[in-house]
């Protein structure tokens, strides 16, 4: 009995043993790999306590080797109760460790996925149809006639297309126009059945008059994407270190749908943000998007709204802001509209005063059942509020009740919310505290965040945002230690004729020289680049009462923007001098009476205009007017409807007002309307 014992404790002894050794073979494996994965994943936090990171790794891999070391000891010893210890030991390090390493990983494969530093984008164009169209299908469409912008230089209206045309074999006979408007003018009448445009065409062109149920009225029976090499690259960007003053450009990109990563850009909202590092100071202007500025890459930056600078993608938007302020955007970030909204609702909402109740479409720009309503007043706003808040700029009686609609706003007060929404969700993140709440900001970001920052860039603003937590407690906004400047472009309303492009009389916001400069200025001082003057402040009430240090916005200055007036009922001579004192060139037909007719619209931009043709007759001022049907595009019938707010000034008003800086017609509509004028209610 003894030997057999004996033997059964020995074959028991070896059993442990070999189980012991399975142990510590898993356990040192999840000790190696936890670890290995977390010392991994830390070393990729550059910019982030350099230190403490190398001297914590330092330390975990130490004590690693010692658990591992002890593992063999106890094992080759028998001492089964020390093993045991060490492999829960190494067990529970490995996979502490690991966990760890999995979350770091996480939040730098995010970073890494929002840092696109590649210079690639992709573009996307669409063959479209009216919806009444029962074709579904590119192979179905015949022989029928296809719609082309000549535009060499645009990849989804023009170079895309010419592929499609190729790859799908197509011997349609192509019909060319020189602009978007001009072409889907013609689907609507029935002059061609097909034409190619950007895919998003329904976002470019919804906001526009006469376009607004563009996304009804049309469908996409063909979609081809292209990813590109942008041409132009950004003008400090690469390489500038994140510890010293930089610029960033804040896009807000209006899409249907969420993911942004790759696409070209399409802006709605512009917030331009300088911030200094060694002062925390900092500064943000929001860019109205009708602002009438010369577009950096329009044929001979040819001025236009500032948001159809988007149409070309983000380098057209970063030149011509560059070029119209004197400041180098550094880095942009780029933000879908979908994804803002989840983004504060995985903040827990926002905290804001509502001045006013409001109305409005909801982030899917469907109203009826999903139409957001505000209520006046301090409140929590979650996602889709927030968003309506940020989006909405003039009241909608014809969708909603009185009363959210008793109100008046426009672009200016647009910005105005937008910031306020962004100072609020600055707010926020101070106040995290839970891994879930984290794990739904990563998840938002990694689906609707863009920027040209690397990733180590990004990683570096861990020592901004440091500084900036330890100068804040629990009842210190971060708004106010970052003492932020909010700056605001000044200028006044004008329905300006697109004359050479879609020949549509356009409501735009003209900046003043003055109020531009001032705000440049007041970039540079926090950039560093120019010396600080004392800054005034202001106290203003445009519908919200607001009280903060202001730029740019109590600026006013002479009125630069001179347009062509309507010469028909003028003398034929009267009008060839003033042509000739803006340096346009005349051809004169029908004699030296009264001018009848004219080439180029009434309300069309001077420095687009090099020559103009006049036909004159009769012998009196009294000759009917029909300019609008022979000198002037009659897609401006559409467009002159007085949408606009008190504030627009009526075609007629502009050209009195531009004939001569200093005639008294500009002093008498100046006394109807204060300098201080702020942008109208929207059109395109």
Not at 235 to 260: H, N, R, W, Y
Not at 305 to 322: D, F, P, V
Request: charged share 25%; aromatic share 8%.
């Amino acid at each position: 009995m003894g030997k057999r014992s004996q033997r059964m404790e020995e074959k028991r002894s070896k059993k442990s043993h070999k189980l012991s050794l399975f142990l510590s073979f898993i356990g040192s494996l999840i000790l190696i790999g936890g670890c290995g994965y977390l010392i991994y994943n830390v070393s990729l936090l550059n910019n982030i306590e350099d230190e403490l990171r190398l001297v914590g790794s330092f330390v975990l891999g130490t004590f690693c080797l010692i658990l591992l070391i002890l593992v063999i000891r106890f094992y080759r010893k028998h001492k089964n109760g020390k093993l045991t210890f060490v492999i829960i030991l190494m067990l529970l390090i490995g996979a502490g460790a690991g966990f760890i390493g999995y979350n770091v990983d996480r939040v730098y494969s995010t970073l890494d996925g929002v840092s696109d530093t590649s210079g690639y984008k992709t573009y996307s164009s669409s063959l479209v149809t009216l919806s009444t169209n029962d074709v579904k299908d590119i192979s179905k469409i015949g022989d029928e006639a296809i719609g082309l912008v000549v535009d060499e230089e645009s990849i989804d209206g023009y170079e895309i297309p010419k592929e499609i045309i190729k790859s799908e074999s197509l011997s349609n006979e192509v019909k060319e126009y020189s602009n978007y408007i001009e072409m889907i003018d013609a689907l609507y009448k029935g002059d061609v059945k097909y034409v190619f445009l950007p895919t998003n065409y329904s976002v470019m062109f919804g906001s526009m008059e006469g376009y607004e149920d563009i996304k009804d009225k049309t469908k996409i029976i063909y979609t081809k994407k292209k990813k590109v090499k942008e041409k132009d690259t950004l003008v400090g960007s690469k390489g500038k270190s994140i510890d010293s003053p930089f610029t960033v450009l804040l896009m807000g990109v209006d899409s249907e749908e969420e993911g942004i990563k790759g696409s070209s850009f399409n802006g709605d909202s512009l917030m331009v943000i300088t911030f200094n590092p060694k002062t925390l100071g900092t500064t943000i202007l929001s860019i109205p998007r009708d602002s009438y500025v010369p577009i950096s890459c329009f044929a001979g930056k040819k001025k236009n709204k500032i948001t159809h600078a988007a149409w070309r993608g983000e380098s057209c938007m970063i030149n011509t802001i560059q070029n119209f302020l004197d400041v180098n955007i550094d880095y942009y970030v780029k933000i879908n509209f979908k994804g803002a909204v989840s983004l504060v609702d995985a903040l827990g909402g926002v905290e804001i005063d509502v001045p006013y109740s409001l109305c409005e479409q909801n982030s899917s720009r469907m109203w009826g059942a999903n139409t957001v309503y505000i209520k006046k007043g301090f409140q929590t706003l979650n996602g889709e509020q927030a968003l309506a808040y940020s989006r909405n700029r003039h009241a909608n009686p014809d969708m909603c009740s009185k009363e959210w609609t008793n109100y008046t706003s426009n672009d200016f007060i647009r910005g105005q919310h937008q910031q306020e929404v962004v100072a609020a969700l600055l707010n926020k993140f101070k106040s995290i505290k839970d891994l879930n709440t984290v794990y739904k900001l990563l998840d938002t970001i990694s689906n609707n965040m863009v920027t040209n920052m690397s990733t180590d860039q990004i990683l570096s603003l861990y020592n901004v945002f440091k500084d900036i937590a330890s100068k804040t407690d629990g009842d210190t906004d971060m708004a106010d230690v970052l003492g932020i400047q909010r700056l605001y472009l000044n200028g006044y309303d004008a329905r300006i004729v697109d004359y050479g492009g879609s020949n549509l009389s356009l409501y735009n916001y003209v900046l003043y020289d003055e109020s531009v400069k001032e705000v440049s200025n007041a970039m540079k001082e926090n950039l560093g680049i120019k010396k600080a003057k004392v800054v005034k402040s202001f106290s203003f009430d445009i519908n919200i009462p607001y009280e903060k240090v202001v730029i740019g916005q109590k600026t006013t200055g002479k009125r630069s923007l001179v347009l062509v007036p309507n010469f028909v009922g003028q003398t034929l001579s009267s009008a060839q001098s003033w042509c000739a004192s803006h340096g346009i060139k005349v051809s004169a037909n029908g004699g030296n009476g009264y001018v009848i007719t004219q080439s180029v619209p009434a309300g069309a931009n001077v420095d687009d205009v090099k020559s103009i043709t006049l036909t004159a007759g009769g012998n009196s001022n009294t000759t009917t007017d029909k300019t609008t049907d022979s000198s002037s595009n009659k897609k401006t019938d559409k467009n002159t409807d007085n949408k606009t707010d008190t504030n627009d000034n009526k075609p007629s008003d502009v050209n009195e007002n531009n004939e001569d800086d200093n005639d008294k017609k500009e002093n008498t509509n100046d006394e109807k309307e204060p300098t201080e004028v702020v942008p109208g209610s929207p059109e395109p």
